[in-house]
Each structure stands twice: as structure tokens, then as C-alpha cells.
């Protein structure tokens, strides 16, 4: 959910909040969400855990394993995903932008 809500722009807590209770339907295919949307504290508390070079390698994997078409790059977010600094668990924390390539 904050992955999703990230690339469609959330920035605060809040704005996770807002994006899954719009998006439940959508979410519930993948989670059974069945008490709800966490509150903007239980993001804060569940995301102050990551550490962000755990996350960089979990993100790593999964994107690795989306199919490629013809050799093409699969864009995530724009040129970079720059899942470090535009998540606010990991904001203030020594990362960089997650560079993703194609051979």
C-alpha cells in the first residue's frame, strides 16, 4: 500500500490514509484489509521499523521479478525510483535514489 501510494503521490501520513480508504477496493484483490485502513499513527509506527537498506534490497527482488516486454525498462516513478527519499519513513535517513537498469 505505500508503495502504491507513493508512486500516485502521497506524502504524508495522511495522504496514505486517504489513498487506501479511496483505493480499498483495488487493495483488497492483493490484502483483506478486513478492520480497515491502518491510521496515519500505525504507518508511522509499522514504517519507523524498516530500515531502509532491508526495504532497497526487498524492493530490488520484487522489481526484478516484474516480466520484462522485449528488453524494455519497466519505469517505476519516473527515470529513478526514488523509493528512498519520497516515502516518509525513510525521509532524513542516509539514502540515495534506487537506480533501476536494463542490459
Known sequence: MLLCGSICGAESWRDFVIF???KLDFLREYFP???GI??????S???AAVEPEQFGACFLACAAS???VSGEVTAIGGCQARCYGCLPFL???KTGAL???SR
Open 38 to 43: 491502518p491510521c496515519k499513527n500505525t504507518f
Open 99 to 101: 537506480r533501476l537498469s
Open 20 to 22: 487506501g480508504q479511496e
Open 33 to 35: 484489509f478486513s478492520a
Open 45 to 47: 509506527r509499522v514504517c
Open 66 to 68: 516484474l516480466p520484462r
Open 91 to 93: 525521509k532524513g535517513k
